[in-house]
């Protein structure tokens, strides 16, 4: 099959065939990242602009490094440096942007939806890079990525997402790709940090630890936003630490195959022990190499299916159809 959206948004709204692609897809790139020649032509001719107006370190620089190994023309955006600084409007930094030809934008901001109002109003494709607390899809398939390479096809897997479950993009990008790719999801944390509501999605809520990990293959642990905590959540993060920090007993109580996840940055000793974090079931570093790899083949599907609404591609790119394994043998070209 082919992607045929202009954006991607969330995974809410994508097809398990869809996510599917995006993993399959990832796979080849992970193979391209693995050779000496890492470089493809795919965006040869696309300029691509990071807009970020929130901090990031794992997924801008994963994002740039993607756009670079593809040939993109790359635009580096600060909110801290730019007129937005001044009182500029979002659609109004985006417009300008569009005037010097940006092809697509990658998006972070603190306001979940924001996003989804530029994809609607402009002809550029746009990448949710994480917004708000809605979602952080490319987190969500890098993680899903991962999984499948350490238990092959989800469908049954029991996975366990545990923190701050309630400012957590990443956690609804997770429950609503690993839910329609058939895997038992269960969230766990405090009351004050579990919406009742997200148990209307099809997932488990457990608010104790030892009996959420019991027989689970994946434990994905989540930061404690510091940044997003109000009005007294938490009593405090020692608190937090006694009841629902990852120890290596709790280990123990999932399936021997089981693995810790967690995608970053890690507040040690609070949500998941040192112990854990560098023992051996820890793939936390995987998931950053997969995070390329993933974002690479976002951008590539993106690309292609805005050569098939418009048929034609930037001097340079690669032709209309040409298919994962073309753009992989490149590499070596």
């Not at 007129?83 to 092809?103: H, I, P, Q, Y």
């Not at 990448?127 to 899809?137: K, L, R, S």
Request: aromatic letters at 4%; hydrophobic letters at 40%; charged letters at 25%.
């Amino acid at each position: 099959m082919s992607y045929t959206r202009k954006d991607l948004l969330d995974l809410e709204s994508l097809s398990a065939e869809e996510i599917t692609l995006f993993l399959d897809t990832a796979e080849k790139f992970r193979e391209v990242s693995e050779r000496e020649v890492k470089k493809v032509p795919t965006l040869r001719g696309y300029t691509v602009c990071n807009l970020f107006f929130e901090n990031s370190t794992r997924t801008r620089i994963s994002f740039e490094l993607a756009e670079k190994r593809l040939s993109a023309d790359i635009v580096n955006f600060s909110a801290s440096t730019s007129s937005v600084a001044k009182g500029e409007t979002l659609l109004d930094t985006a417009e300008n942007l569009l005037a010097m030809k940006m092809d697509m934008f990658v998006m972070r901001h603190g306001a979940s939806g924001a996003p989804h109002f530029l994809a609607a109003r402009v002809p550029a494709s746009v990448i949710n890079a994480g917004d708000g607390t809605h979602e952080h899809p490319t987190q969500g398939l890098l993680d899903m990525l991962t999984m499948r390479q350490h238990l092959g096809e989800l469908a049954g897997r029991k996975v366990v997402i545990v923190g701050d479950i309630l400012h957590s993009r990443v956690a609804r990008s997770n429950l609503h790709g690993l839910t329609k790719l058939g895997a038992e999801v269960v969230l766990c944390g405090p009351p004050t940090l579990l919406p009742r509501e997200l148990g209307t999605l099809g997932v488990t809520l457990e608010y104790d630890l030892e009996r959420a990990l019991a027989g689970a293959e994946v434990v994905n642990i989540l930061r404690i936003q510091r940044e997003r905590q109000e009005g007294g959540l938490l009593p405090s993060l020692r608190a937090y630490a006694r009841d629902w920090q990852v120890r290596p007993e709790h280990l123990k109580l999932m399936a021997p195959n089981g693995i810790v996840m967690h995608p970053g940055p890690m507040n040690r000793d609070v949500e998941i022990a040192q112990e854990v974090a560098n023992g051996p079931r820890a793939v936390i570093l995987e998931q950053v190499t997969n995070g390329v790899a993933v974002r690479m083949a976002v951008l590539y599907l993106l690309s292609e299916a805005r050569r098939r609404m418009e048929g034609s591609a930037p001097a340079g790119g690669t032709s209309p159809g040409a298919s994962e394994d073309t753009l992989i043998a490149q590499a070596d070209a």
